[in-house]
């Protein structure tokens, strides 16, 4: 059974940071990983997907990394911005096409 | 503008009541989801409907009922909740269940209390 971890579960940084959110996940045998944002009270944004054969993902100052062999990806922001503030979740598909998902990482942004 | 709209948008009803979440996609996807979201857990897939067929019950308690009249149109039909039921429930769509390089497309909930 696939499980996700995401760490931190909480994170704040001064604006114009660079950082990085971390996902881990326990079985390699994956279609895509997904990274979403969450503002409070909302539903889910699609930020990447990273498919299996693929290594990284950039939009803007967002880029995705991927190793299946590690069961990792990261999400690396760039020039972080107050209005990045929000909670970051990934998600694993794998071969039952569920998408698996972590807790999430609440990240504020300090202007 | 997700093109995932789900009403009403808060609910909050008693353990005897009766009531439906709502949701409709408008971007021709043929696969819809339910995800219900609590507090400090991951999202929960309940499940998965595939051109109006059910695909996946993920071991829901039968006081939930789903109802996919078509591919745009996805209901949560609710009875006898408990407490414990509250929570952020999401519909989400995709092109189909094994559209595997494209996201899913969420919308924005509806904040179930259940008294």
């Given at each position: 059974k696939q499980e996700v971890t995401q760490i931190p579960a909480a994170l704040s940084v001064p604006e114009g940071e660079n950082l990085v959110l971390n996902c881990s996940f326990?079985?390699?045998?994956?279609?895509n990983l997904q990274w979403f944002r969450q503002d409070p009270g909302k539903g889910l944004t699609s930020l990447l997907l990273i498919q299996s054969s693929q290594r990284e993902q950039t939009s803007g100052r967002l880029n995705a990394s991927l190793d299946k062999s590690s069961g990792r990806s990261t999400l690396y922001i760039a020039a972080?911005?107050?209005?990045?503030?929000a909670t970051y979740l990934c998600g694993s598909q794998g071969g039952s096409e569920k998408l698996v998902f972590g807790k999430g990482t609440k990240l504020t942004v300090n202007p | 503008e997700t093109g995932v709209t789900q009403t009403p948008r808060h609910l909050v009803m008693g353990m005897t009541n009766k009531k439906s979440l709502k949701c409709e996609q408008?971007?021709?996807?043929?696969a819809m989801y339910w995800y219900k979201q609590s507090a400090k857990k991951p999202l929960e897939l309940m499940f998965v409907y595939n051109f109006k067929e059910?695909?996946?019950?993920?071991?829901?308690?039968?006081r939930f009922s789903p109802e996919c009249p078509n591919s745009s149109h996805l209901f949560l039909h609710l009875h006898?909740?408990?407490?414990?039921?509250?929570a952020l429930y999401l519909c989400a769509s995709s092109p189909h269940p094994g559209a595997y390089n494209s996201p899913l497309h969420f919308g924005n909930g509806t904040r179930l209390t259940v008294t």
């Open positions: 326990t079985d390699s045998a994956i279609y972080s911005q107050p209005g990045d503030s | 408008h971007l021709g996807h043929n059910q695909t996946e019950n993920n071991s829901v308690p039968s006898t909740l408990q407490p414990e039921d509250s």
